[in-house]
Structures are given as structure tokens and as C-alpha cells.
């Protein structure tokens, strides 16, 4: 005798593995509004600012949401694309979803992609994928190199949205993969391929990785030593020498003591010291942001020339290339192991 389910019983998908990639977030426009909830959003989180609510809140409302938000709004404004109206960030990691979902192309896999700070929220990505029957979820934060402020932070929002379900999915939450041979590899490949692209030869090319306070790093946080291995092992991959490749950190906020050295004193001090051809790349994101497009290829670009640099040149991250591609599908394939 075959069961059969009761008339009212809810419909049952069938059984599918979801792979969720998360990345940072970015606002829905540019302008002050949208701009501004991102950001209460984003310095809200305590994984980001450890500052105790009741000395942070005030600073927070009271001066940083009420001037920022136009500053940040025009950075973004720069970077935007018009002609999708949307930012990079979103963009790029869109299409890293959809072609993950092509090369892995197992009808038995959903593949979506989430944003801890905006739109779409972390919940309602893993909504989406249980909602199609995903009884298992590889979480994926596409960070490199872990840290609390942002690898943390990614999960601990999926687990927020976990917390709430009736019926929660399996995870398998994705390591820091800053020692990845295949990242090292494609990384240093797009390193070279950008470099030989050039109309000049580099000095010194910078790797700048996103900064943090000194404090995270003396309570623990494992990010300062992972940039400074995936750095080593890309300029031993590539077989250059030392002082070729220079770590650097950039993005401070606050008046506290971050990372150093800082990405943007050290360009402008490069050219007193006869460094004069700078190319710039940033391990840390896997994906062009404001960060990387503003911050890094037109701001960083003005400080070192206007300090007597001659030649500046930003390498794009591994984005949505095949380079990059091959680095998440890698990654992805060796999670789902067991699995599929």
C-alpha cells in the first residue's frame, strides 16, 4: 500500500543543494536616503565597529549618518553604472552566481547569490533556496582572507536567518581561502597578464588589502597574517623578488590605529623615494567595489601623481573572469563533496 500525504498537506519540493554566495552589500541608488540606510546598516554591526552602543550611537546619528551619506553617495555616483542602474559590487556578483550555475550545471543545485549589508538581504536568499527545496546550503563569503568584520559578520547573518526556520537546511559554511592553490595561482596569473597589459614597468606594484583597527588584530583576528601569506605565495608563484610586491592597507576609518602601513601615505611618500611607476591590486575582494573603482583606481590615483608619481595603474580583481570563475567553482566542487 503506497502513503499518500493529506489533501491539505503543504507542497514538497524536491530534495536540492543550495550554494549561496555572500558578499559585502551596497546601496540600492546613490542617493542621500538609500545611501544612508546602507550605511546604518553596515556601522550598526558590532563585528564592524566594537565601539560600546552607548559611546557609538550618538557619533553614529548624530555626525557620521547626517554628513556621510552625501559623500559616500557621490563616490558611488563615480562608479555607478548606468546603464543598469546598479552598482559594480551587485553587478559582478550577480553574474558570479550565474555562472557558477552554468558550470556546475547539475539540476540538483541552486546557486544564489545574497548581501549582508542591502539588497538582496542574506534571509532572502536562503528563503529563496529553501523555498525551492534546498534541504542543504553551502554558505559561501567571498573573502579570501578571514576576518570577524567580514567573514564573521556573513555568517552570523545566515545563521540570524537560520535561527527563525522551522525547518532548517543542513550548512557547510566555506573557509578563508587565502592559500588556496588555485586562487594563489589565478591571482598571480591576473597579476602578470595585468602588468605585462601596461604601456610602462612597474617599480613596485602594491597590494592593498582592506584595513582594520590594530585592536581586532591583538584580540585575535587571524586577517593581518593571512594577507600577508597571500601575498607571499603569489610573488613565489610568480618568482619575483621580495621588494617587488609591497603589502599595504587601505579604507581607515575613525581615529583609532589601523593596519599599517596605509595605502595611501605610503603612495605618497613612494615618488620622494624615486618610485615613480606604481600598479596597484587588491587580493582582499573578489569583486570591484567602491573600495577597489574610487577608493583605489581614481583617488589613490590622484595622490600618488599629485605627490610626483608618473605612471599609476590599477589591476582589476579576478571579478567574474574566468579566473576568477575557476577560483569560486574550485572551491565550491570541493565543498559540495559528500554531498552530489
Known amino acids: 500500500m503506497t502513503a499518500s500525504l493529506p489533501l491539505d498537506h503543504p507542497a514538497i519540493q524536491p530534495r536540492k543543494i543550495g550554494v549561496l554566495l555572500l558578499n559585502l552589500g551596497t546601496p540600492d541608488a546613490t542617493d542621500y536616503w538609500s545611501v544612508r540606510r546602507y550605511l546604518k546598516e553596515f556601522l550598526s554591526d558590532t563585528r564592524v565597529i566594537e565601539t560600546p552602543k552607548w559611546r557609538w550611537w550618538p557619533i553614529l546619528n548624530l555626525f557620521v549618518l547626517t554628513t556621510r551619506p552625501q559623500k559616500t553617495g557621490a563616490n558611488y555616483e563615480i562608479i555607478w553604472d548606468k546603464e543598469q542602474n546598479d552598482s559594480p559590487l551587485r553587478i559582478i556578483t550577480r553574474s558570479q552566481a550565474d555562472k557558477l550555475a552554468a558550470a556546475l550545471d547539475d539540476e540538483r543545485i ?15 536568499a536562503i528563503e529563496n533556496l529553501k523555498a525551492q527545496g534546498c534541504d542543504r546550503i553551502v554558505i559561501f563569503p567571498l573573502y579570501p582572507q578571514y576576518s570577524a568584520t567580514t567573514t564573521g559578520t556573513a555568517n552570523d547573518q545566515a545563521f540570524l536567518a537560520l535561527k527563525d526556520m522551522r525547518w532548517q537546511p543542513a550548512v557547510r559554511t566555506v573557509p578563508a ?22 604601456d610602462f614597468e612597474p617599480d613596485l606594484i602594491l597590494t592593498s588589502y582592506h584595513g582594520m583597527p590594530v585592536e581586532y588584530l591583538k584580540k585575535g583576528d587571524p586577517y593581518h597574517c593571512q594577507c600577508h601569506k597571500t601575498t607571499r605565495l603569489v610573488r613565489e608563484k610568480l618568482g619575483w623578488p621580495e621588494d617587488k610586491l609591497m603589502v599595504t592597507f587601505q579604507s581607515r576609518f575613525g581615529r583609532s590605529e589601523w593596519l599599517q602601513p596605509y595605502t595611501d601615505e605610503t603612495l605618497m611618500a613612494l615618488p620622494s623615494k624615486g618610485v615613480k611607476k606604481v600598479a596597484i591590486v587588491a587580493p582582499a575582494f573578489s569583486a570591484d567595489c567602491i573600495e ?11 595622490q600618488f601623481l599629485d ?30 563533496s559528500g554531498w552530489v
Open 177 to 198: 581561502y587565502f592559500d588556496d592553490e588555485v586562487y594563489v595561482e589565478r591571482l598571480a596569473k591576473s597579476i602578470e597578464e595585468g602588468v605585462a597589459a601596461l
Open 292 to 302: 577597489t573603482l574610487e577608493e583605489l583606481s581614481l583617488e589613490a590615483r590622484g
Open 307 to 336: 605627490a610626483g608619481g608618473e605612471h599609476y595603474a590599477y589591476i582589476p580583481c579576478l571579478n567574474d573572469t574566468d579566473d576568477g570563475m575557476a577560483v569560486i567553482e574550485s572551491i565550491v566542487r570541493r565543498e559540495l
Open 110 to 124: 541552486v546557486v544564489d547569490f545574497g548581501m549582508r549589508y542591502g539588497n538582496p538581504s542574506t534571509a532572502s
